[in-house]
């Protein structure tokens, strides 16, 4: 991870949250900026390298926008400072696909516009009071929401670095190892009862996260670890993309209409299997997560295997509840933010290590890697929890509700550890394969 990090203070502590929450600010910025001006020049921060994706540009000025929104209007009651680009980085009033035709701000001016952005909440952090009669101030929760919002962007932009062509800007590779634990099975088992869903402490945590409920779960086995590429090219070269048997109707609608054949920037030249990462080309790491995979190659990978996608519940069980105690915790090792001998999270490494690292990272059930290295898909829908209550607004979470999307869970290796715990939910089109998504398989017993 780039950084080493001190826990989240205390809200009694309120001198130490803030200078905390000071430091992860300007941590996130140095992030966003090394993925934007720092990286690439104007016109490729201008350009739609993807109909998928927003111009990074875009990224960058909404970052600032969300900030002043929310932590100079909202939080701190100050005037706007530049109303007129609300409707401009509005996610919700324009697609992706229609960005580069909106009134964009050019890269100098963005990058003048957060800075000032920043200045100004970093003032008024030093006079706001987080007052836990506030809610959105309470222990400090709309400066976490802003901070993940923007790390989330930062994901996202390097989904976009993938897409595009040209020359290399990242790393060939890195010497960071991982360190290897000893994979003594293939499954885990996770026996009956309830457990405990979601989370009603963490006053980081975000709406969709809450409110913490009772779920009774049959007893499943669940993959100790993801499946790796040399499972799912095996699962490629069994013929599995032309058998409409494993696939369910809309996912081989999906297959026939898209006309894949295996995961996205894989290709075969002569008998080796190849894949672009960052604009290199490299021979395809067998025992790396599978990546890259969208919800419906997932399920068909699964049915494949004779086994099915584990239920959110169940991923969240493996991945946090202790039965011997019965506990949860926000990470599977416990309580601790995570370090370099958990997970592989935050942009350390531009890939995800091998299936079978992290001993230390290990859930309660045995399960490795539920944190970090690839979002795993889920067979389950996303949709409120009982007694969920939309909070800040309803275009966070509510909004997605029940329209198809499908939950992704444990974060990958681009996640920042900020926007990244057991209860996280993440979601998306069953279609989506330009994110750093992958998937373990599950079976009842």
């Known amino acids: 991870m780039p950084d080493a990090r001190p826990g989240r203070p205390s809200a009694h502590d309120a001198d130490a949250l803030k200078q905390y929450v000071a430091d992860e600010l300007e941590r996130s910025r140095r992030r966003s900026l090394d993925l934007t001006t720092g990286t690439l020049d104007d016109g490729e921060l201008l350009a739609q390298h993807s109909r998928l994706m927003s111009p990074l540009v875009w990224d960058l000025a909404h970052i600032g926008n969300y900030e002043e929104q929310w932590l100079l209007r909202e939080a701190a009651g100050g005037a706007a400072l530049r109303p007129e680009l609300d409707d401009v980085y509005d996610a919700f009033e324009h697609p992706r696909a229609t960005r580069p035709t909106l009134p964009l701000l050019k890269p100098g001016e963005a990058g003048d516009y957060i800075g000032q952005v920043r200045r100004r909440v970093l003032d008024a952090l030093d006079a706001l009071t987080l ?23 930062d994901e996202t932009m390097l989904a976009t670095h993938q897409l595009r062509r040209g020359d290399p800007v990242f790393p060939a590779t890195d010497d960071l190892p991982a360190p290897a634990a000893l994979v003594r099975s293939a499954e885990v088992r996770v026996p009956a009862g309830p457990f405990t869903m979601g989370t009603s402490t963490d006053s ?44 369910s109707p809309a996912g081989w609608r999906w297959r026939c209409e898209s006309g894949k054949r295996a995961p996205a920037f894989w290709f075969r030249e002569g008998g080796t299997w190849l894949r672009r990462r960052f604009a290199r080309v490299e021979p395809l790491p067998d025992d790396e997560p599978v990546q890259h995979v969208c919800w419906f190659e ?5 049915r494949w295997a004779g086994r099915r996608l584990p239920t959110e519940a169940e991923w969240e069980k493996a991945a946090s509840w202790d039965p011997a105690t019965g506990t949860k915790t926000r990470y599977p090792w416990g309580e601790d933010d995570p370090t370099e001998e958990h997970a592989n999270l935050g942009q350390s490494r531009y890939h995800p290590v091998a299936s079978g690292s992290f001993p230390a990272g290990a859930s309660p059930s045995g399960a490795l890697q539920m944190i970090g290295d690839v979002w795993e898909w889920t067979g389950s829908d996303f949709t409120g929890y009982p007694g969920f209550r939309s909070f800040p607004y309803r275009e966070y979470s509510e909004v997605f509700f029940d329209q198809g999307y499908k939950v992704l869970r444990g974060g990958c290796w681009a996640t920042d550890p900020l926007a990244c715990r057991t209860t996280f939910r993440n979601w998306d089109h069953p279609i989506r394969r330009q994110i750093f998504s992958g998937f373990r398989t599950a079976r009842g017993v």
């Open 131 to 153: 007052d836990p009669g506030r809610e959105l101030l309470d222990a400090g929760f709309v400066f976490g929401m802003v901070l993940q919002h923007e790390h989330q962007h």
């Open 204 to 247: 980081w945590s975000l709406d969709n996260e809450r409110p913490a409920h009772q779920v009774d779960v049959a007893s499943y086995a669940i993959d100790t670890v993801p499946v790796s590429n040399a499972a799912y090219r095996a699962f490629v070269e069994a013929g599995g993309y032309d058998d409409e048997r494993l696939w």
């Open 298 to 302: 997932a399920d068909a990978y699964a």
